[in-house]
């Protein structure tokens, strides 16, 4: 997978991160209290200055509501 993917798809977790936490009005000190991630981490992730490992996408994620799922990636389809 080229880097490009790659980021993208680090992107796109961050930014799920961020929407859901913010759409149920969490802050980042509260997302600490309720995931033990300290909240400078947290923004760090957030910032996209910090890549987070799998144990901590999930601490993060499960008092949102969210879990992480492995799916295929969308393919492009050759037109040619």
């Excluded at 957030?46 to 949102?64: A, F, M, Q, R």
């Amino acid at each position: 997978m080229n880097d490009i993917k790659i980021n993208n798809l680090r992107i796109a977790i961050i930014n799920e991160l961020i929407r859901a936490r913010e759409e149920q009005g969490i802050s980042q000190k509260k997302l600490e209290e309720l995931s033990g991630v300290k909240q400078p981490v947290i923004a760090r992730i957030e910032k996209g200055k910090s890549i987070p490992n799998t144990d901590t996408l999930v601490k993060l994620l499960t008092p949102l509501g969210k879990k992480l799922v492995i799916v295929p990636l969308e393919t492009v389809k050759n037109t040619k």
